[in-house]
Nanobody, 116 residues
Framework: QVQLVESGGGLVQAGGSLRLSCVASGITFSINDMAWYRQVPGKQRDFVARISRGNNTNYADSVKGRFTISRDNAKNTVYLQMNSLKPEDTAVYYC??????????WGQGTQVTVSS
């Protein structure tokens, strides 16, 4: 059974940093692309960053230069380092795993709140 467990969210002042972690179990982690999305209540879930099995990365324009996605296959973990946080980064952040079939598995989410 696939399980994705996020952690690391919290309250931070604008300009601060947080590092999110997502530990995966029940999958062969190293062969999957992984990603982070975020969602504000009442809005759609938006793409933030993705890392391929080969460590290629891509980012939403809104976070380029501030956020960094990385992975540690030995720990079955994907990270999101978030620097220079802005109030508009406030959201629930979700870890995602892309199956070969194209479907996505989701974590339960972790709240990030950035105060001005």
């Amino acid at each position: 059974q696939v399980q994705l467990v996020e952690s690391g969210g919290g309250l931070v002042q604008a300009g601060g940093s947080l590092r999110l972690s997502c530990v995966a179990s029940g999958i062969t982690f190293s062969i999957n692309d992984m990603a982070w999305y975020r969602q504000v209540p009442g809005k759609q879930r938006d793409f933030v960053a993705r890392i391929s099995r080969g460590n290629n990365t891509n980012y939403a324009d809104s976070v380029k230069g501030r956020f960094t996605i990385s992975r540690d296959n030995a720990k079955n973990t994907v990270y999101l380092q978030m620097n220079s946080l802005k109030p508009e980064d406030t959201a629930v952040y979700y870890c995602a795993r892309f199956r070969v079939s194209g479907t996505i598995d989701w974590g339960q989410g972790t709240q990030v709140t950035v105060s001005s």
